[in-house]
């Protein structure tokens, strides 16, 4: 039994293998939060909620409520009544003004976890999961929100989501609707956010919480290459392996906010949610607002266990596709091979040269509709262009499968350039403020996808194409964040829906595409990695991870991304050099070991490039066979980084069984006189012995992880120079 409540002691517990999460009622039904943290090995108390302590409750001492309403821990804090703090909800009434304050009304407690309608969440059988709903009212707006728990007791993780319900008679408006909050103590706590730009996505940022508030947001639309939906609060000592974490992300991909703040009491408050910032939503007599769902997990064995329980947790729980586990195809994509300068014929020839190699699926990227030659126009208006694609789409496509291969094409489909049939026709169709003229960005707008017939308009664009061709994969793009936000659909009252709105637009959209075609592979992407979030994860197994392709660019960024995220969601390709973006030139087998960390796949033109190198890529198509499943399954392990500035960059993947671990390390920059390097393995059977394949050495698992391995030095192999990097597979005997 996960969940339970202790009546006596008004006290609900819930418990996952390793974390305890307290929630305690007051005389009044305030719900307070107790305790998040280590496991309990008895039942919880009351006492933390420190109602016994001046101010004192309400009921027992009147006079000072606002003291007692600024500082006690509330679940759920609302706006207006006395918290200063940042509140959860914000509802205004028909008489214009904002507040409102809950008290408990009922609960249940029930066996699995139901879906939310709309919108991506985690799932699980009634094995896994159980769900606890707590009802809290307003008795004068007579608005109910009920909170949801759902307890991964085997995962460690707890779900939770808001649903908001209008049982009165007013026309309200949700002016802030958060989905989770967590009231602690501050224990000198550090925020770790994931923070970056466009191909620079997802770098780790670790800052100590101070007086105030803290906050990684995003008002652009989408997730953002900026600023990710996930909060770490870690103690002071925390490193890979040790200290407490309490971490929150957010399955949702558009606007949102986490944030910390420290109080004049010390106490922490961590929220996330949908960024209030151009959100409001009118809640009518009878209607429900379901706030989108916060992973929250804890661990105290640092990070490391964190990113495990995110891992198997997105993997067992999110992640639907039938790829999830299944064998990916490794494709060769032409988008840095001809960016907007190819036809059918030059696609053949990269697939032929491909085929030959060993490469499984050929992806045409952007350019093949309209009369896009260049990323001006044509977004829209989604027809082939026969100048290119000379005998069409079915052909081209029968023509890959004869040679065995699989095909794969991308899409923008919430996207419209000025320059296309579909806005000279449909003008207001982009978002945009009336009167104004919208700003460009990449020279195109965006589709106002609060509206029904848009969002039926590129569904069908998408879907007619795969409809007309055996077509295997999809890459789903978004190379533009949203502002002007106006709807000529909507009306003047309802205009700050349009931005959650529109995420819910492109959610419909991608589940009625996994529902028609339930064996594509999609791959979302944001102009790089803009909106790769657990959100859409729930509709993609993978998801581009940044436009930047260059190897050593990427070991910062797919750092950051598999802190959360599990390493076969991360898109990663092996690219030509010198890198489009950063002009590096890097080994091309360090390449490959990089992209193996991911997806794996080429964005090359294979028919351009070195004989030498060409000759690499049935050894790499070989090395990814070999490996992808342990990739998939395994448990990944930070060991080293190149980000906390130490010389090299070194990760792990261990079988779930122990069996066998893969070691990839990279020295970024080559250093002079140095000895070989201790590497401490970790997740290994103590007692086991290992043999490191291709060689004679064994290693008991204890030797490995507390005496550690001894990475040869470079100048003593034969890869001199920079950026070199080695794979060290270990099987155990
Ligand atoms: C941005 C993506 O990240 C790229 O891989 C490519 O698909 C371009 N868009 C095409 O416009």
Redesign the pocket.
Known sequence: MAIRYIEKKQIFQMDTKHSTYLIGLTTEGYVGHIYYGKRLKKEGNHYLLRTKEAPYTPSVYEREKMVFMDFFPFEYPSGGVGDYRESCLDVRGEKGNIGCEFFFQSYQIYKGKAALSGLPASFGTEKEVETLEITCEDPILKLNVVLSYSVFESCDIITRSVRIENRGTEHLKLEKVYSACLDMDNREFEMVTLTGSWARERYIQRNPIHFGKQLVSSTRGESSHQEHPFLALVTKNTTQETGEVYAMNFVYSGNFIAQAEENQFGQVRMVMGIHSNYFCWNLKQGESFQAPEVVLTYSDQGLGQMTHQFHDFYRNHLIRSPYQFRKRPILI?N??AT?FDFNSEKLLEIAKEAKKAGIEMLVM???WFGKRNF?DNSLGDWTVNTKKITSGLLDLVTKVKELGMEFGI?F?PEMISPDSELYRTHPDWAIQIAGRRPTMC?AQYVLDLSRPEVVEYAYQCVAEILRSAPISYV?W?M?RQLCDIGSSYLDSESQGELMHRYVLGLYQMQERLVTEFPNLLLEN?????ARFDAGMLYYSPQI?C??DTDAIERLRIQEGTALIYPLATIGAHISDCPNHIVGRNTPFETRGHIALAGTFGY?LDITKITEEERKMIPKQVAMCHKYQSLMQRGDYYRLVSWNEKKPYDCWEVVAKDQSEVLVTFVQVLAQPNMHSRVIYLQGLEECAEYQLEGTQEVYTGEELMQCGYLIPSILSSDKKGDYQSHLYHFLRK
């Open positions: 994509n988008w840095e960016y990227d952007d350019g990323d991308w923008e990449r890459k793009d190379n992407c944001s102009g790089g990695g581009w940044s436009d964005e």
